[in-house]
């Protein structure tokens, strides 16, 4: 069965910390992407990959970088984490040929004090 | 923004009524789908039409679109308790299909 995995469920980090979110498939997907989730905003995406160290700028990328380094991992890193990115955060994952549908790993809410 | 919208933002019914949810769309599109969230979880894909499909169907989950109006609905019959979720459809962006748009989803609540 399909599996997305995200590091932490909850995390709590201080304003100005560098924060590292990781999530890992296990299903040999080329593209991978990253959202986050605020009430009343619904999904916004942050960045996607299509490929290892490839990466395509979301709508919203200010505050926020990624690495890819190898195809079943894709890091979503807060350079200099403030208050208003706390949220909860989605990975997802989908293959490039086929089925459009995208999986998702369970979120991780951060928290920024 | 290419973002549509859903409707209602909010539903509550009684255990064994239908729940139907609506979802609008701007741009053209190849397929849309729709997703469920329960809380604090992630989302989870429940069924895909594409665009030369009117209807479809998938257990107790209708799905219509009609896309002269760029609106589809997602219909849950016999709804139970544990169908308590939000709701989201989504459809791929019309300048990048590998990414999609995704609404700002209906909460559904399920009383028993």
């Known amino acids: 069965d399909v599996k997305v995995t995200q590091s932490s469920r909850y995390l709590v980090k201080r304003t100005g910390e560098k924060v590292f979110l990781e999530c890992v498939q296990d299903m040999d997907h080329e593209n991978m992407f990253w959202y986050r989730q605020d009430p009343g905003l619904g999904l916004r995406l942050i960045y996607f990959s299509y490929d290892v160290k490839m990466k395509e700028k979301g709508d919203i990328p200010e505050g926020y970088s990624v690495s890819r380094e190898k195809k079943e991992r894709f890091s979503l890193i807060l350079e200099s984490a403030s208050t208003n990115q706390t949220s909860m955060y989605l990975c997802a994952s989908r293959p490039t040929q086929g089925i459009w549908t995208q999986h998702f790993g369970d979120g991780t809410r951060l928290s920024i004090l | 923004s290419q973002q549509g919208e859903e409707d209602p933002q909010a539903l509550s019914i009684q255990e064994g009524e239908n729940a139907t949810m609506n979802c609008s769309y701007k741009t053209s599109i190849n397929n849309l789908q729709w997703y469920r969230q329960n809380s604090g979880r992630g989302l989870v894909h429940l069924i895909l039409i594409r665009s030369n499909e009117r209807e479809k169907h998938s257990g107790r989950l209708r799905v219509t679109l009609d896309t002269s109006k760029k609106s589809s609905s997602l219909l849950i019959t016999a709804s139970r308790a544990a169908d308590t979720a939000s709701y989201f459809c989504?459809?791929?962006?019309?300048?990048?299909?590998?990414?999609?748009?995704f609404g700002p989803g209906t909460s559904l609540s399920v009383i028993p």
């Open positions: 989504a459809h791929p962006r019309e300048t990048s299909y590998d990414k999609v748009i």
